[in-house]
Nanobody, 113 residues
C-alpha cells in the first residue's frame, strides 16, 4: 500500500515563500517519477511540477522560475520550494506518484495580505 503524506502548507503573504514536503512509503521511491498538483476553489486540479527518477524537473508555465521541485531518495521525500508567492497560488497542493492513483491528502496553501 502506497502512502503519500504532504506537509508544509500554511498562510503566507504575497511575495513570501513556503516549502512543501511529501513523504512516500510502501513504494520503491527512487525508481518513480513524482509530481505536485494543486486545486484552487472552483477550479480543476492542475499539474504544478514533476520530477523524474533521475531528478529531471518539469514545471507548469505559471510557476516556472518561482517554484523548485526536488527529491531526496534517502528520505523518500519530494519537496516543492515555492518563492515569490502570488494570490493565485492559493490552493490545496497534492503529491502524486506519477501516472498512478496514489495521491496524498493535500496541504492547504493560502496566499493573502
Amino acid at each position: 500500500q502506497v502512502d503519500l503524506v504532504e506537509s508544509g502548507g500554511g498562510l503566507v503573504q504575497p511575495g513570501g515563500s513556503l516549502r512543501l514536503s511529501c513523504v512516500a512509503s510502501g513504494v520503491v521511491f527512487k525508481i518513480f517519477t513524482f509530481a505536485w498538483y494543486r486545486q484552487a476553489p472552483g477550479k480543476s486540479r492542475e499539474l504544478v511540477a514533476r520530477i523524474t527518477s533521475s531528478g529531471t524537473p518539469n514545471y507548469a508555465n505559471s510557476v516556472e522560475g518561482r517554484f523548485t521541485i526536488s527529491r531526496d531518495n534517502a528520505k523518500n521525500t519530494v519537496y516543492l520550494y515555492m518563492n515569490s508567492l502570488e494570490l493565485e497560488d492559493t490552493a490545496v497542493y497534492y503529491c502524486r506518484q506519477w501516472l498512478t492513483d496514489y495521491w496524498g491528502q493535500g496541504t492547504q496553501v493560502t496566499v493573502s495580505s
